[in-house]
């Protein structure tokens, strides 16, 4: 979207040409010649920058500037003036000018300067969502601390938090949460706004480690090409978190001795002392009296280091936070897999209980994303599941008999049976025994293997199976749907939903399962099977534009497969489904929505849920022309709050384009919807599927207000024109509806009929 310039200027001919100017180099511009209009457009148009003059005939464009700064402060604003000097210079820059131009204007250093203005604006505004989506992230607030223990520890590290000084060492387990603590801690401390490096101190060699932490001097060792610093350096004035600092080689922990102490290191190679102001955290989930006994850790470095200790308790010790931790979870990952959040049951909390999590909190993690992503309804802790996989390997592992085996009639078996599987192709042979197809060769030919024979018994096998699976297919069809038959407890749950899928209406099970004793296995993949039956799906992923969700998820994200308590199979509100990837409230789209943040309508009654072949997946569909043209101040007030405010309807809305309907007002008859201005009742104020910008044919309109029962017991009921799809002849390319005989505004006639009835049945039956 194009940057929006406001232009203040006292004298019409450079406000005219400069808004002609910038307009024709892809800017929108809004004109103000006073301080008061420069005010007025501040607040309605949300301009992206401000060029001011700075003399504006009795008034100042430093006024602008103050107003500027005060209303919309991440608005830069750039003075010009004709009458140049040094105090008005300073005085611009002290009050928060981006830039200060000298009159006459060249208008190509002024679009440089516009462009540079804007891209430092931008450049600080997502800088700032940045930080603060950082600080919204990693803050006290989004610890779970039920337990005693943890609230003790949130409680020290809140204390910590609130002074810049001080060497924190966190110890605990692993996965237990200690970078989170540290994250937080910095987050919420006077160093906030200053950088976070974290290191771990096992991950990287010792020679590679000190040049990390401290940097190096060009030609220091072998491909030191240039100078380089290191991340104590970079992150002066803020943190640096030590992760792992029990494993940090001993040549090291006497280096890092220094820093602690003094402040004050020298790169590798260097010879002047550097100076830092940072906070250094440390964390291990080593047992550093231990190490200290066995001379793995330096007893000096713990003394220096064991300032400020938090001790995180594993999980297995404070169950009281499984449970909220497990809730918080999986809302983060339902948030990041585009998925519904899933409600755990009885039996699942009670396993998250009993379960010691040797790997704690991220354990826990890793197994609910399992959980959520394979759509599994019981928890299978990690540790739990490789013993299982590692018991099923010994029980599908090859024993030697104790008479032992001659290897080669072993081989030999091997090689034919695989043949036999295959129908005698070679290459899928070779590819079951893992060799290649001349290593088959060299086999078959070595033991005397008849190709021939395998396929004579293979088609024989083969007719018989055949045989087997259409007598099955003819018994399948006899009791009508097994695996209905073999789920009717699940599929009697269905019954109570409002919207049922077709299929599981009709018991068509057998539709899209495989195995009645396995619902898992369906006969395509999720996204596959949906579209055997909805083709249209498969034609959107073509179109131009696609939703993300759509193209890159099956379609259990937001429909249900079965039954639901939405329209359309939804898993949820329409609403809760599109603020799970997009936040109403972010800066981009409170920018594309023109600064609103409450919608009064579902999201699809302007968008596609799918893909369209228009930007940012608007319907296709007919667009309202004040919507087209994004002319959104004809019918709405500035947005105030987010919420979206409609001038006074339909006098100050409607009528201004649609004139001609203010006159109905005055008919004998009028709709009472339409007298009170409630157009939106009947119309989609922005985009519809039909002419007059409605979703719904006008007597499904129509029959939302009046009772459904008329349209049996209309004087019309049993005449042709009922029938749906009948054309009416008055009315080319159009079906019979209410329209046909009434106003749906205003009429001269009771019950607001077009005329009188058999002026209206001549129309049709000339005499």
């Not at 820093?259 to 590798?268: A, M």
């Not at 269905?494 to 099970?509: I, L, Q």
């Amino acid at each position: 979207m194009s940057a929006k310039i406001l232009i203040v200027d006292d004298e019409d001919l450079i406000r005219w040409s400069l808004g002609e100017d910038l307009s024709k180099a892809g800017y929108k511009t809004v004109l103000a010649t006073t301080v008061e209009e420069a005010v007025k457009a501040l607040e309605s148009e949300s301009p992206d920058a401000v060029l001011t003059d700075l003399r504006l005939a009795s008034e100042s464009g430093i006024e602008v500037l103050k107003a500027a700064r005060q209303m919309r402060p991440e608005t830069p604003v750039i003075l010009m003036t004709a009458y140049a000097d040094l105090a008005s210079a300073i005085e611009a820059m002290r009050e928060g000018a981006a830039d200060y131009i000298s009159k006459p204007l060249q208008l190509t250093g002024l679009k440089i300067t516009l462009q540079r203005v804007l891209e430092t604006a931008t450049m600080r505004t997502r800088l700032q969502q940045a930080n603060r989506k950082r600080k919204e992230r990693f803050n006290f607030d989004s610890i779970i601390a039920r337990s005693v223990a943890m609230k003790e520890a949130l409680a020290m590290a809140k204390k910590i938090a609130s002074s810049p000084l001080g060497t924190v060492l966190i110890l605990g387990e692993s996965g237990c949460g200690k970078d989170r603590l540290a994250r937080a801690i910095h987050y919420e401390s006077p160093r906030s706004l200053q950088p976070f490096m974290e290191i771990s101190c096992a991950a990287i060699p010792e020679n590679l480690l000190e040049s990390e932490l401290f940097g190096y001097e060009r030609g220091a060792f072998t491909g030191a090409v240039q100078q380089k610093k290191g991340l104590f350096e970079m992150a002066n004035g803020g943190t640096v978190f030590l992760n792992e600092i029990g494993h940090m080689p001993l040549g090291l922990q006497v280096k890092l001795l220094r820093v602690i102490e003094d402040k004050t290191f020298k790169r590798v190679g260097g010879r002047d002392d550097i100076t830092i102001d940072v906070r250094i955290m440390a964390a291990t989930n080593e047992k550093l009296d231990i190490a200290m006994k066995e001379n793995r850790f330096r007893s000096d470095l713990f003394y220096r280091i064991n300032v400020l200790t938090i001790d995180l308790l594993a999980l297995r010790q404070r169950r009281e936070d499984i449970l909220p931790l497990a809730d918080a979870l999986l809302e983060l990952i339902a948030k990041e897999l585009r998925k519904p959040k899933i409600t755990l049951s009885e039996s699942t909390r009670h396993t998250l209980l009993t379960y010691d999590w040797p790997g704690n909190v991220r354990e826990l993690k890793n197994a609910l994303e399992r959980m959520v992503i394979l759509g599994e309804d019981s928890i299978k802790p990690l540790a739990e599941t490789a013993r299982q996989a590692a018991a099923a390997d010994e029980a599908n592992a090859s024993h030697l008999p104790e008479s032992g085996v001659v290897l080669e009639d072993l081989e030999r078996d091997f090689v034919r049976q695989a043949l036999e599987r295959t129908g005698g192709n070679q290459q899928k042979a070779a590819h079951l025994l893992g060799i290649s197809r001349d290593s088959l060769r060299r086999r078959v030919e070595k033991f005397g293997i008849k190709i021939a024979s395998i396929l004579i018994l293979t088609g024989l096998s083969l007719c018989v199976t055949t045989s087997a699976w259409a007598a099955k297919k003819d018994k399948k069809r006899a009791s009508k749907d097994a695996f209905l038959a073999a789920n009717q407890e699940a599929a009697a749950t269905f019954k109570d939903k409002t919207s049922t899928h077709p299929p599981v209406k009709d018991g068509a099970c057998l539709q899209c399962h495989n195995d009645p004793k396995d619902p898992a296995k369906l006969k395509l993949e999720y996204k596959e099977l949906c579209f055997s039956c909805h083709s249209a799906g498969k034609d959107d992923l073509q179109r131009a534009h696609v939703h993300p969700a759509f193209k890159d998820n099956d379609c259990s994200v937001c429909h249900a497969s079965h039954a639901a308590d939405q329209p359309s199979l939804l898993v949820s509100p329409q609403a809760e489904l599109c603020v799970m990837c997009h936040a109403i409230d972010d800066g981009p789209a409170v920018k594309a929505h023109f600064g609103i943040t409450k919608m009064q309508t579902a999201c699809t009654s302007c968008h596609s849920a799918h893909a369209t072949d228009n930007p940012k997946l608007l319907r296709d569909s007919k667009q309202h022309v004040p919507f087209q043209s994004r002319s959104c101040e004809m019918c709405h007030k500035p947005a105030k709050l987010g919420v979206v405010q409609l001038k006074e309807t339909p006098d100050a809305t409607c009528f201004l384009c649609h004139s001609n309907f203010r006159a109905l007002a005055k008919e004998p008859e009028a709709h009472p919807p339409f007298m009170a201005g409630q157009c939106t009742a009947c119309h989609n104020p922005h985009i519809g599927r039909r002419q007059a910008l409605t979703d719904k044919p006008l007597s499904d309109i129509c029959l939302g207000c009046h009772d459904a029962g008329l349209k049996d017991n209309h004087p019309v009921a049993r005449h042709p024109t009922a029938k749906e799809g009948t054309m009416d002849p008055r009315r080319k390319n159009k079906p019979f509806d209410c329209a046909s005989c009434h106003q749906p505004h205003a009429g001269k006639l009771p019950k607001l009929l077009r005329a009188e009835p058999s002026t209206l049945c001549q129309e049709c039956h000339n005499k």
